[in-house]
């Protein structure tokens, strides 16, 4: 090989080490830029579809796990990017938002905390600190449950029922219209029943107090407690 040549190969070779060389910093750019935006996922159920059954069935699930709680999320990665929110964890987007993010952003935490409210062998009463708040409070369990029971049956419409915390721990019960969570009244969300018909219809239809009066069977009151 001429010396010529040898330079013309060299040449070549550090023409190409530079043009890969811009092309995996673009890439790392991308992948930069990916990692710093907030992705919203779906958590992992730590039960199974049908494991809720007969409170609730497995197809109530995977519709409302697998879809509406899925779209929320997926609206919210859209609507996000290009935002003062793109960096912001989910209760900042729910503290700070309104409109279409606001809506979509609340749903994602309220689904949240709902499904992971649940388990096969829930059921019974809360213990330690928040049985004795509820007891101390509310009279009894049953009084609680009773109230309770009332603000879900008798939300309009789409919403929820809460049972959160204030900053002094004192407990509220509230009602909430589409995605409004006790987050924007500056309370902790301990546990919500969601009372959107996509959460009972095809296992009660109409029945929404026999859905609210069934759903205790499944309640993971440690995970409840966990919030307090
Ligand atoms: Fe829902």
Same mark, same amino acid.
């Given at each position: 090989m001429n010396k010529k040549l040898s330079i013309i190969i060299v040449l070549a070779l550090m023409i190409g080490l530079s043009v890969q060389g811009k092309g995996l910093k673009t890439i790392n750019n991308t992948n930069d830029k990916k990692n710093t935006t907030m992705k919203? !996922?779906?958590?992992?159920?730590?039960? !199974?579809t049908n494991a809720l059954e007969p409170v609730i069935g497995k197809q109530t699930v995977e519709l409302h796990y697998g879809k509406h709680y899925q779209t929320y999320l997926t609206n919210l990665n859209n609507l996000v990017p290009g935002t003062k929110f793109e960096n912001a964890d989910l209760e900042t987007i729910v503290k700070e938002s309104d409109g279409a993010i606001f809506n979509n952003a609340g749903q994602a935490l309220n689904h949240y905390i709902y499904f992971l409210s649940f388990s096969p062998k829930g059921g019974g009463e809360p213990s330690g600190k928040l049985g004795d708040a509820i007891k101390a409070q509310f009279g009894s369990f049953d009084k609680f449950k009773e109230d309770f029971e009332k603000a879900s049956i008798g939300v309009f419409g789409a919403g929820w029922a809460w049972l959160?915390?204030?900053k002094d721990g004192k407990l509220h019960i509230t009602q909430e219209s589409n995605a409004g969570t006790?987050?924007?009244k500056g309370y902790t969300p301990l546990l919500g029943f969601d009372v959107w018909e996509h959460s009972y219809y095809l296992d009660y239809q109409n029945r929404r107090a026999d859905h609210v009066k069934e759903l205790w069977k499944i309640i993971d009151w440690k995970a409840v407690e966990a919030r307090f």
């Open positions: 919203f !996922e779906l958590p992992k159920l730590p039960y !199974e959160s915390k204030d006790p987050l924007t």
